[in-house]
């Protein structure tokens, strides 16, 4: 069953955040006594401010932001963005990273270009996207599906490359041909590596946003929420602002890897 076969990752997730949790818990009690509450911002000294906000802070302020409608629509307005830029650039990265493990030729063209953009940062593009699509959604979204499509591409091309020879040879020798041995040879034996790129590439994409969403900033935004509380500045706030944003990270993560054993449940797994 997927549902049993998903408990395990969902498990582990729910563990993660109730330590998170409890080590935070720690960390506010004790900062709230030690830390200072009067600070330096630029010219001037800013008093009572949170370093580590308790609970009590926090539950305050989600519940003002979500009565206030502002962190639902951040939620949506980031998730969109975050989703498109995920979508594109897996449709662009999975099948070029097939298609040069596939091809020597096309891997001789296009791996000098791949270890280029795979070692420059997405944010130092980030001017020159806002010049060739201006302040709207293209430079926000293009920037999160510049960041996945190389880490896709890359875990595409290395599970084709992993493929072992004699596999292909032996589908030849049959006579199948190259959708076939595409459909039922590269693609199921390649599926970890897409899936575990995916993964990799959608955490990513959460930390690009952040970044995106500063180009023409403009709430709702998760990106601009976090800047703004920044400027202030307003730790509960930040640490909320922060908190959903890795909620939503292991939400996708979980999301993924329940289509992953859904789409390979045909694959002999080890119990425990």
Known sequence: MVTAAASAPVRRALVALV???????????????????RIWMATHYIEDVELTPRYASLAE?????????????????????VLAGVL??????????????????????????VAFFR?????????LYVLWFGFG????????????????????FEG?????????????????GRVLVLRRLVLPAALPSLVSSVRIATALAWVTIVVAELIKPAMPSLGYLLALAG???????IVVAIATTGVLVLVSD????????????????RVG
């Open 137 to 156: 959604e293209g430079p926000r979204v293009g920037l999160i599906a510049t960041a996945v499509a190389i880490v896709t591409l890359h875990g595409a």
């Open 88 to 113: 594109l650039g897996a449709a662009v990265g999975l099948p070029l990273g097939l298609a040069m493990g596939r091809a020597a030729g096309l891997e001789s063209l296009l791996g000098p270009w």
């Open 61 to 81: 302020e989600a519940v003002f932001l979500v009565r206030a409608g502002i962190l639902q629509a951040s939620v949506l307005v980031s998730s969109g963005r």
């Open 19 to 37: 330590a998170l949790a409890l080590l935070y818990g720690v960390v506010s009690e004790i900062g709230s006594r030690v830390l200072p509450r």
């Open 231 to 237: 400027a202030y500045p307003r730790v509960p706030t």
């Open 160 to 176: 084709a490359r992993r493929i072992p020879r004699v596999y292909l040879d032996a589908a030849a020798s049959l006579g199948a």
């Open 254 to 269: 979980v999301a993924v890897l329940v289509a992953y054993r859904w789409a390979t449940r045909w694959m002999r797994r």
């Open 119 to 127: 070692f420059t940062p997405a944010f130092a593009l980030l001017p």
